[in-house]
C-alpha cells in the first residue's frame, strides 16, 4: 500500500506549519521561529516548556536520541487561529534494532497575529503509543490493561 500525497490545506499560515513539521530536519530548527513565536509554549505527555530555545532543545533531543523520526500529518482543520492536525510520527529508536515505529497523534495549535505558534499543546496516549511497544514494559503495560479490563 502507498503512502498517500502531501496534505494540502487552502490556508497559507496552516500550509507552512505542515511543510515545516513535514520537512523537519536538524538544519530546520535554526528557522524554529519563523514557526514559532518567540514565547510560544509547547506541552506534549513529557514536556512542558516555553520559549524557542526550549522548544528548540525538545526537537534537538528527538534527533539526536531517534534514527529517522519524521511527521506526517493526516488532517488538518483550522477555525481562525485554532488549527487542529492529526498526525503519525515515524522513527527507529537508535540502536534498538526494533524496526520502524508509529505514534499516532494530534496537536491543538493556536496562532499569533503574525500566524505563528503561539501554544502547542500534543495529545498521544503515552502507555499504548509507546510504553506497550517495548520490550519488558510492553508486556507489562499489556497485562495491566487485561488486568483493568481494557
Known sequence: MSEPGPLRHADPRVQRIIGF???LSPAALARLGEVYAAQARF??????V????????I??????????PRFVVITAVAAGSDVFLTWDFRFSRRGAG?????I???SHLQLD?????????DYWDAAEELYEKLPLV??????LKRRAGG
Open 98 to 102: 526494533d524496526g520502524l515505529m508509529c
Open 21 to 23: 513539521y513535514e520537512g
Open 43 to 48: 506541552k506534549d505527555p513529557f514536556n512542558e
Open 104 to 106: 499516532h497523534g494530534a
Open 113 to 121: 497575529a503574525d500566524g505563528r505558534v503561539a501554544l502547542h499543546r
Open 50 to 57: 516555553q520559549g524557542l530555545p526550549a522548544i528548540g532543545h
Open 59 to 68: 526537537f534537538d533531543h528527538m534527533f539526536r536520541t531517534l534514527d529517522t
Open 138 to 143: 510492553g508486556a507489562l503495560m499489556r497485562w
